[in-house]
């Protein structure tokens, strides 16, 4: 696996900072572009750096690691290779500076039990015992229900310099390519610092003076002296140091001669960034400027619609090709689409052009997401390795700038690219957005058919409770239209079952994958025989008998007790009603209302047993479905038109 992260970047800056009281937001635009996005909220502030006092909770030797209370909600992951340092080379495995602000080594992927360096780590448990007291830092924030990741390699930022006191030795980042420099940086901090702490010359630091440097060291030496200090009159967990403000951390870490002005639109903040311009950043310094116009900065620089247009799952490219973006638990996938560009010449070049373009826009995306860990890219297939060469090298360029690191693999055959990117914090996804209430972040729902044949499945499922009773469902309006739609004939056969009709309302707002199912009169007991499973070829004479044999004594409404309408004589199956669904077998009914005045629930409270909940409704809004083979109620209640 290939390290991408070489080079250094040239390309013009500026730094928008956005104070509000609650939140302040950075927004770091290249070459005039928008390319990072960083967000601090004083009630979910990073934690990442902040030098802890930890107690030990659990040691668990199956994984090789610890859980460690910090004083944070859930305990921190402790992993045995960022507990015990292996590395004993300067310039270590890859970027200096980088693996400083990571924690010495981290495990990453690829370095789980130590196996990038050739050896076994000791045993946690050979390390750690439960109730133990550690100073450890934060190295990664919580993310979802993960727990921060921490490490006991502390190492302190300055301006130019990582203090790193687990590791008594200088190093410089790779990213200072001139070897003469190098060894020049490399001599002046020797030179200077105590023999019992460590530095990592940042990239920043490439040029600086040998008094800047030593400010530098005086300063981060001072830091650590006070954690020493604190360390002895507190209890674990206590904090020992928390990093700069968010402000201030991205001037520390981005500004560099490229930086070509600094915006902040708070005074106080303003202020704050002054002095530490004055005191830190070395000539020729970025212009800072204090924004007072009454458009919000973000509005003036444009910035806030395109954070708005960039958190979508579709990202368009300029050619009129577009990027598919899926952020999941376990990975990140990025399909490209030649969507509507055609090209000019042949198909191969077409694909070439689209891939070129989509992968300076997957890196754009990355750093401005924050997405982090395992990622696949998968590009328009392509018919030579020449051209596949091409969009990897590409890709190899684009990421230069990224300041994340970076690992990727060569694209396949299949015309996949497999990639890491660091993750120390949220991606932005998560810090602005929440699962959607709805659909509970599945991004779907049930369709409305799935819903209605779910609808009567559950009923058909509690058939010998609702036997013989009238009953009425509760639907979003988009199920009602499938159930008397094209449900409608199941809906039919389900009433002909229960010997009752089924009344279905409408509720606007109801949500689709709800429903409610009531029984609208109370009745005896009911020992019934399912109609369903009741011999169709019986006469309708034994029918008869069997249901007058099993009502009990005082029913009202048997088929006895019922007088018919005069001139209506002995044939009751010429107007179907109510009436005929007491002649299934083993169904006991109420007295029939008239067909031409329905009965409808006007919202039946949930669990409303009652009649007396039952109001006669205007013919007008209620549908009735009379089938002489199926005599069977459909009603639907529309919400009135406000």
């Known amino acids: 696996m290939e390290d991408s992260r070489s080079g250094k970047s040239s390309r013009s800056s500026e730094i928008l900072i956005n104070a509000a009281a609650g939140e302040t937001r950075v927004a770091i635009l290249e070459q005039g572009n928008f390319t990072e996005l960083y967000i601090e909220r004083d009630s979910d502030r990073s934690v990442a750096g902040m030098v802890v006092l930890g107690r030990v909770t659990r040691v668990l030797p199956g994984m090789q690691a610890a859980f460690v209370d910090i004083g944070l909600e859930k305990a921190a992951f402790l992993y045995v290779g960022d507990y015990r340092d292996e590395d004993g080379d300067d310039d270590g495995g890859g970027d200096d500076e980088a693996k400083a602000r990571r924690g010495g080594r981290g495990r990453g992927r690829g370095g789980r039990n130590g196996r990038n360096s050739g050896r076994q780590p000791p045993k946690i448990d050979t390390l750690l015992k439960e109730g133990q007291e550690i100073v450890v830092q ?24 990582v203090l790193t006191p687990w590791a008594p030795r200088v190093g410089v980042s790779r990213r200072i390519g001139s070897e003469r420099e190098r060894r020049r940086l490399r001599d002046s901090v020797n030179r200077i610092r105590p023999k019992d702490l460590g530095f990592i010359i940042r990239t920043a630091g490439e040029g600086t003076r ?50 070509k002005r600094i915006v902040v639109d708070d005074e106080t903040t303003h202020e704050e960034m002054k002095n530490f311009c004055t005191r830190f950043l070395p000539d020729p310094k970025p212009k800072l400027e204090h924004y007072r116009n009454t458009l919000p ?15 979508g799952k579709k990202v368009w490219l300029k050619s009129g090709g577009y990027l598919i973006i899926d952020q999941s638990e376990a990975l990140t996938a990025i399909d490209v689409n030649t969507g509507r560009y055609v090209g000019k010449q042949n198909l191969e ?22 997405i982090g860990g395992l990622i696949i890219i998968d590009l328009i297939d392509m018919e030579t390795a020449e051209n596949r060469e091409k969009v990897y090298r590409a890709l190899q360029d684009a990421l230069r700038s990224d300041k994340s690191k970076t690992n990727i693999l060569k694209i396949s055959e299949l015309g996949l690219v497999e990639m890491t990117r660091k993750r120390t914090r949220e991606n932005l996804v998560q810090q602005l957005c929440e699962p959607c209430s709805y659909c509970e972040g599945r991004g779907y729902v049930l369709s409305a058919e799935s819903v209605a044949y779910k609808l009567l499945r559950e009923i058909r499922k509690d058939l010998p409770r609702f036997c013989g009773r009238q009953i009425a469902v509760s639907v979003s309006p988009q199920v009602g239209e499938v159930l008397l739609g094209r449900a409608r004939k199941a809906i039919a056969s389900l009433g002909e079952e229960l010997g009752r009709a089924i009344e279905i309302h409408t509720k606007t707002g109801q949500h689709q994958e709800q429903f409610e199912v009531t029984a609208l009169d109370e009745g005896p007991p009911l020992k019934l025989e399912i109609a369903w499973l009741a011999d169709r070829s019986a006469s309708k004479a034994e029918s008869i008998a069997k249901a007058e044999a099993e009502a009990p004594a005082g029913a009202a409404g048997t088929a006895e007790d019922e007088e018919p309408a005069a001139g209506d ?36 409270p949930r669990g409303s047993d009652s009649k007396a909940e039952i109001e006669t409704a205007d013919p007008a809004p209620a549908v009735l479905d009379s089938d002489p083979e199926n005599p069977i109620l459909l009603r639907s209640e529309k919400p009135e038109e406000s």
Do not use: C, M
Request: without cysteine; aromatic residues 4%.
């Open 138 to 161: 934060v190295a990664k924030d919580p993310i979802g229900s993960k727990g921060a990741r921490i490490t006991s390699h502390v190492s302190i930022a300055g301006r130019h310099l």
């Open 210 to 259: 040998d008094e800047d440097l030593e400010a530098d060291i005086r300063y981060l030496t001072a830091v650590w002296d006070d954690i020493q200090i604190r360390k002895e009159q507190v209890t674990a967990p206590a904090t020992l140091y928390t990093e700069l403000s968010l402000p201030i951390r991205v001037i520390r870490d981005f500004a560099n001669a490229n930086t």
């Open 349 to 370: 070049e077409t694909v070439l052009k689209t891939n070129l373009e989509a992968v300076k826009e997957v890196v754009a995306q990355l750093r401005f997401r924050n």
């Open 569 to 604: 004589g002995e044939n009751l199956e010429t107007t179907p009603s109510e009436t005929e669904a007491a002649l299934e077998p083993g169904i006991e009914t109420s007295e029939p209302e008239p067909a031409q005045e329905p009965a409808t629930v006007a919202d039946p």
């Open 297 to 311: 900065i973000f509005d003036h620089f444009n910035v806030e619609a395109q954070i708005d247009a960039n958190l």
